[in-house]
């Protein structure tokens, strides 16, 4: 369906990041965010073209971006702050949506929810590399830089994404330098040398969305298109998901899972 994208995005994967905050935190109003994302999620595709599933999932990003508001309040430090921002992106892009802005116009401000969400996470897990400021200050540059580029594809778009595809191309080159996951590449344990390649192999292809927006700018429709975004959804965001379900799922479920 056409809005397969927005479903992914939001009824699917913010519903999961939403979840994965309440497991963490505990609180019973919390829980509202990925209900009424999964609510969102079905009534969008029991009710093609109308407002309420789109609205509830609206609802839910709201109320996902007050739970970072908690996380940062009681956290203020740059991984926090950079996934606070991709949650406030997620709620930007839908209220784009609600308000009738093309979904082309609308995506990168989708991908920074997801990018920024994990680009944060990751930051946050290899917290034991103690960056050096020049790296932490290369790394808000580089998010910055592809944030400007998504908020002006929505208006801009000739201008907006050559920006977010040299943001891209910058968080990946930084991702793939400084994240734990090149020292993990030849771990003694398969576990974590499988995590560390689905982690590497998703940062080249978010390099490879950048280089794409770079040399072939703004897509609305076509083969070029759906190249742009799905190195950012499926090979960038996909191999997120691989590389961590071993870790995700036994924190939502209190299930062990064997690799």
């Not at 109320?63 to 309040?73: D, G, K, M, N, T």
């Not at 201008?159 to 793939?176: D, T």
């Amino acid at each position: 369906p056409f809005d397969h994208g927005p479903l992914m995005v939001s009824g699917f994967l913010g519903a999961l990041i939403a979840l994965e905050r309440v497991v963490a935190l505990r609180r019973w109003w919390m829980a509202g965010a990925p209900l009424l994302c999964g609510a969102g999620w079905v009534l969008t595709l029991a009710l093609p073209g109308q407002l309420a599933g789109p609205v509830l999932i609206t609802l839910g990003s709201l109320l996902a971006v007050a739970i970072l508001a908690v996380i940062v309040r009681r956290e203020q430090a740059i991984y926090t702050l950079t996934m606070a921002v991709g949650m406030t992106a997620w709620l930007a892009g839908n209220l784009f949506w609600i308000l009738g802005t093309p979904v082309y116009r609308v995506v990168w401000i989708w991908a920074a929810f997801l990018i920024l969400t994990i680009a944060g996470e990751r930051l946050e897990l290899s917290r034991i590399l103690r960056y050096r400021p020049w790296q932490i200050w290369a790394f808000a540059l580089a998010a910055g830089v592809f944030l400007a580029g998504a908020v002006l594809a929505t208006q801009w778009p000739a201008v907006g994404a050559p920006v977010s595809g040299a943001g891209l191309l910058a968080l990946a080159a930084w991702l793939l330098r400084f994240d734990i996951a090149r020292r993990n590449l030849r771990h003694p344990l398969a576990l974590t040398r499988f995590i560390a390649v689905c982690l590497f192999t998703g940062y080249l292809w978010l390099g490879v969305s950048g280089l794409l927006n770079i040399f072939y700018g703004p897509q609305f429709a076509g083969l070029l298109y759906d190249a742009e975004l799905h190195t950012v959804f499926v090979g960038f965001v996909m191999s997120m998901i691989f590389g961590h379900a071993l870790i995700i799922l036994p924190a939502l479920t209190r299930l062990a899972v064997t690799f």
